[in-house]
């Protein structure tokens, strides 16, 4: 299982001394950051090896959530609601594998940026719904003459019932496959 996320768990070990530094220095934390901050506080090490093994057991725990059942008359719409409070995290998943997984998922929202390549559409699909998912935000349906849109909606509503955790597990994964297909810059 590791080795499906084994270039993002390299990211993650590889952020934790800036994050460290520049919390030592008492300057301003960005949102990935504190992530990888709480990820270090979760994991209880700064070994790669042992950070990989880690998120490879809390991406394999992530991916065995349940689906949800999110309001299906509120699906296209701005009132759909996917926060944790209506979905929280199930007991079959640990909160610091949830916290490594998300900071994992920061990680791989920050690489996915630095491709060499851009990926083709349907691999930009598949991380458009993923991270939609995974940060908990629904789009809104598109209008009609929003070609655009209604792909990357169609995309996201395929995967409406996978929950937020799991959508991160499975952004990370596949950001994970695309670094290794494309390089980073």
Request: hydrophobic share 40%.
């Amino acid at each position: 299982m590791a080795d499906n996320v084994s270039t993002v768990a390299a990211d993650l070990a590889a952020a934790i001394p800036s994050a460290v530094s520049t919390q030592e220095q008492g300057l301003s934390l960005s949102e990935l950051q504190k992530s990888v901050l709480a990820a270090k506080a979760a994991l209880g090490t700064d070994d790669a090896g042992e950070i990989t093994k880690k998120l490879g057991e809390a991406v394999a725990a992530a991916l065995a959530l349940p689906d949800i059942q999110p309001d299906a008359d509120k699906i296209g719409s701005k009132d759909l609601d996917l926060s944790e409070s209506k979905f929280p995290l199930p007991a079959s998943i640990s909160q610091e594998q949830a916290t490594i997984v998300y900071a994992a998922f920061k990680v791989a929202y920050d690489q996915i940026m630095k491709l060499k390549q851009e990926p083709d559409n349907n691999e930009m699909l598949e991380v458009y719904a993923f991270g939609k998912q995974g940060l908990r935000t629904a789009p809104e349906k598109p209008g009609v003459f929003n070609i655009k849109g209604k792909y990357k909606f169609d995309a996201w509503a395929k995967i409406v019932n996978t929950h937020p955790v799991k959508a991160q597990a499975q952004y990370v994964q596949v950001v994970d496959k695309l670094i290794n297909k494309y390089g980073k810059q």
